[in-house]
C-alpha cells in the first residue's frame, strides 16, 4: 500500500446515498488497485475468553505494509447501537463490520478496515470499529476501560455513539473517560495533575446519537446539533458531592479533547426492518437519516486529521503497529501506559530500522548498478545517486532524531559500505590486471626458459619484448584503478630477472650497462610517479564528491526537522486553542477558578510555542554540525592519504 497506488487511480467513495451498483463500482476500482484485501475487515485486536486483549498477527501484518499517513477513525458505544453501520458507511459499503440484530454483541475485539482516503490522495483511512461497551457476557469492566483506551490512544477521531438523547444517563454511561486518569500516564515520574496535557495528545471528539426524536431548540430557539452538545456539558453550578459527579464525565470531555462535533440521527427506518439493515434498499431509509450520514461521512473525511505521535510525528502503518503492539504489551503486563515512554521507546526502534532500511536499499541499488571494475569516476557517481536515495530512505522513516545521533550512525555505516565497495572494486582491477599481466607475458616466459635472450644483444631484445607487452597491457581495456600499480608491480617483480638478464650480455660494456640499470630505475620511478598522481587524483575527486554530498544532506535533513517542527508547532497550537475556548467557556458561566487553572496551562503551552518557533535557526545550525562531523570524519582520512600520496610522490 504505497504512494504509487494512489497515483495512477483515484478513488473516491460517494458522499451521497450509494446505490447498490455504486458499492459494486467501488469494490472493482479498489480490487483493481490490488494493493491490500479490502473487501473486508480484519482483526486487528482479539478479545480472548480470559478477558486478555491479543494482538492479531495477520491484522498487523496488512497495518505495517501501509507506506502512506494514515488517517485514523474508531467508534465506541454501548453494544447494538449501530456502530458498525456507520463505519461501513465511512468505508462506501453496505457490508464489511459485521451488524447484529440481536441482543448479542457483534464485534469482538478492535476490527480494522484499511481503504485509500476518499479525499487525501496518498493517504490511508484506517476504520476501528470496537467491541461494544456494556456486554452483559464480559467477565469484567476493565475489559471495557481498556477497549475505550485504546480507540482513543490509536484514532485521530474517536466517534462515540449512543441513542436516544445527550442526558446525564447518557455521559454516566461514559463514565469510561473518567477512568482515563488511571490507565494513561503521560510522562513516568511526574506525580502532578497530567489531565490538562491529554488534549496534546488525544483525538478529535465526535459524538453520534442514534434515534434522536427531540426538536433541537432551546428556550424557544433554534440550536445546532454542536450547540446542543455544548449545552448538554454545561458544568453544573454548585460545589456538592452530587455536581462535582455529575460533572466529572463532562470536565472530562471538554479539556482531554480538543475538539468536539454532534451529529443526531434519526431512526433509521421504521418496524422490524432494523433487524437487517445492511440489506434495505437505501430508498427505503428516511431521507433525514441519510442526509445525517452524508453530512457525518463528509466531516469525517475533511476535519480528521492524520494521526501523529507527540510531537506533531506523521505516522505509517509500521509505527502504528509499534504502537498497538506496545500498549498490548503494557496493557497484558498489568502497566499503566506512559505516552512519553512509548515515543522514546518508538524512537529508539523506528530510527534504528530507518538505519536498516536507508542501507538496505543503498547496498541492493550498488549491487544491481554497478559491475567491478569500475572507474572512480563512475562508482562515485553512482555512490552519490544511491547515497541520496537511501538518505531519502531513512529521512522518511526516522522521526525526532533531535541530536542526528541516528542519522550519523547511519551516514558511518553507509560510508563504511561505500568503502568496502571501493576495496572490492581495487581487488577486482588487481585480480584481472595480473590476469591479464599474466597472459600477456606468456611468449616472454618462454623466450626466458628457452634461453633467447641470454646471448649477446639479448638484453636489447628482452626491453623490446617488454615495451611491447607494457604496450598491448595499457592498450587492454577495462581493467579498473589499479592498472598502473599492478603493472608497476610486475615491473618490480622482474627487476632481478632484468639486471640478470643485462649482466649476462657481453655485447655491452660495463658503461654502458650502468646507463642500462639507472634507466631502468628511471622507468620505476616514473612509474611509481604515475600510480602515486593517480591515486591522489582519485582521492581528490572522492575527497569533491564528499563535500557536495554534505551539502545535499544538509538541505534534506534541515527540511525534515523543520517539517517537523512545524508540525510540533500545529499540535501545541491546536491545543492551545482548544484551551482558550475552554476557558472562555468557564469564565461565561462563573467558573473563574477553573478558568485561572487553565490559564496557567495556556502560558506553560505559549511558551513551548515560542521555544518551537525560536529553535529554527538552531535546528538548521545543529544540522550543520552533526552533518559536518561526519564528513569532517571522513575528510580528515582522506586528506592524511592525500598527504601521504604528495610527500611519496
Not at 474508531?74 to 458498525?84: A, D, F, N, Q, W
Not at 442526509?291 to 461521512?297: D, G, H, T, V
Request: aromatic share 8%; hydrophobic share 35%; proline share 2%.
Amino acid at each position: 500500500f504505497t504512494e504509487k497506488d494512489f497515483q495512477w487511480k483515484k478513488v473516491i467513495l460517494p458522499l451521497v446515498s450509494c446505490q447498490s451498483t455504486q458499492l459494486t463500482s467501488i469494490s472493482s476500482e479498489l480490487t483493481i488497485m490490488n494493493v491490500i484485501p479490502v473487501e473486508a475487515p480484519v482483526c486487528l485486536i482479539e478479545n480472548t475468553a480470559h478477558g486478555k486483549l491479543k494482538l492479531n498477527e495477520k491484522g498487523l501484518k496488512l497495518l505495517s505494509d501501509i507506506k502512506v499517513p494514515l488517517v485514523v477513525v474508531s467508534i465506541v458505544g454501548l453494544y447494538r447501537t449501530g456502530k458498525s453501520y456507520l463505519m461501513n458507511r465511512l468505508a462506501g459499503k453496505a457490508h464489511g463490520f459485521s451488524l447484529g440484530s440481536t441482543i448479542q454483541c457483534h464485534t469482538k475485539g478492535i476490527w480494522m478496515w484499511c481503504i485509500p482516503h476518499p479525499t487525501k490522495p496518498d493517504h490511508c483511512l484506517v476504520l476501528l470499529d470496537t467491541e461494544g461497551l456494556g456486554d452483559v457476557e464480559k467477565g469484567g469492566k476493565n475489559n471495557d476501560k481498556w477497549i475505550f483506551a485504546l480507540a482513543i490512544l490509536l484514532s485521530s477521531t474517536l466517534v462515540y455513539n449512543s441513542m436516544g438523547t445527550i442526558d446525564q444517563y447518557a455521559l454516566e454511561k461514559l463514565h469510561f473517560v473518567t477512568e482515563l486518569t488511571e490507565l494513561i500516564k503521560v510522562k513516568s515520574k511526574s506525580e502532578d495533575d497530567e489531565t490538562l496535557e491529554f488534549v496534546q495528545f488525544f483525538p478529535g471528539f465526535v459524538w453520534t446519537v442514534r434515534d434522536f426524536t427531540l426538536d433541537l431548540s432551546l428556550g424557544g430557539k433554534k440550536i445546532t446539533e454542536d450547540e446542543y452538545l455544548d449545552h448538554a456539558l454545561q458544568l453544573k453550578q454548585g460545589i456538592g458531592k452530587q455536581n462535582s459527579e455529575c460533572n466529572l464525565s463532562r470536565e472530562c470531555i471538554r479539556t482531554f479533547f480538543p475538539t468536539r462535533k454532534c451529529f443526531t440521527f434519526v431512526r433509521p427506518t421504521s418496524g422490524n426492518d432494523l433487524c437487517n439493515v445492511e440489506n434495505i434498499p437505501e430508498d427505503k431509509f428516511d431521507p433525514k437519516f441519510l442526509e445525517s450520514a452524508q453530512k457525518f461521512c463528509e466531516h469525517i473525511y475533511e476535519v480528521s486529521q492524520v494521526k501523529t505521535l507527540h510531537g506533531g510525528i506523521k505516522i505509517r502503518g509500521q509505527v502504528l503497529g509499534s504502537l498497538v503492539k506496545t500498549f498490548l504489551d503494557t496493557i497484558n503486563s498489568g502497566a499503566v501506559v506512559c505516552l512519553e515512554d512509548t515515543v522514546t521507546s518508538l524512537t529508539n526502534s523506528e530510527n534504528m530500522a530507518a538505519i536498516a532500511d536507508g542501507l538496505a536499499h543503498y547496498k541492493e541499488q550498488m549491487e544491481t548498478s554497478v559491475k567491478f571494475p569500475i572507474h572512480l569516476e563512475e562508482l562515485s557517481k553512482i555512490h552519490s545517486s544511491h547515497q541520496q536515495e537511501a538518505v531519502l530512505v531513512f529521512l522518511k522513516r526516522s522521526f525526532k532524531d533531535e541530536n542526528y545521533t541516528y542519522f550519523q550512525q547511519f551516514m558511518t555505516k553507509l560510508m563504511k559500505i561505500y568503502d568496502e565497495k571501493c576495496l572490492i572494486n581495487g581487488e577486482t582491477s588487481t585480480e584481472i590486471c595480473n590476469k591479464l599481466i599474466k597472459e600477456l607475458s606468456t611468449d616472454m616466459e618462454e623466450k626466458i626458459s628457452n634461453g633467447v635472450y641470454a646471448h649477446p644483444g639479448g638484453y636489447n631484445q628482452y626491453c623490446k619484448d617488454r615495451s611491447e607487452l607494457q604496450k598491448r597491457y595499457l592498450l587492454a581495456p577495462e581493467k579498473g584503478i589499479k592498472a598502473e600499480k599492478v603493472l608497476l608491480e610486475y615491473l618490480r617483480q622482474k627487476q632481478a630477472e632484468s639486471e640478470y638478464i643485462l649482466k649476462m650480455d657481453n655485447m655491452l660494456t660495463d658503461k654502458e650497462k650502468l646507463l642500462e640499470q639507472e634507466k631502468e630505475r628511471a622507468n620505476q620511478r616514473e612509474q611509481e610517479k604515475k600510480v602515486n598522481e593517480e591515486k591522489i587524483r582519485r582521492l581528490q575527486h572522492q575527497l569533491e564528491d564528499t563535500k557536495i554530498n554534505q551539502e545535499k544532506n544538509m538541505k534534506e535533513i534541515i527540511a525534515k526537522m523543520e517539517i517537523e517542527k512545524e508540525n510540533h508547532l500545529k499540535e501545541l497550537k491546536r491545543a492551545t486553542e482548544s484551551i482558550k475556548k475552554e476557558r472562555v467557556a468557564l469564565l461565561k458561566h462563573c467558573f473563574t477558578d477553573k478558568a485561572a487553572f487553565l490559564q496557567n496551562e495556556i502560558s506553560r503551552l505559549q511558551k513551548q510555542c515560542d521555544a518551537a518557533e525560536a529553535s529554527s535557526n538552531f535546528i538548521g545550525e545543529l544540522g550543520k554540525i552533526a552533518i559536518t562531523h561526519v564528513v569532517n570524519a571522513a575528510c580528515t582520512i582522506l586528506e592524511k592519504k592525500i598527504t601521504a600520496a604528495w610527500i611519496k610522490n
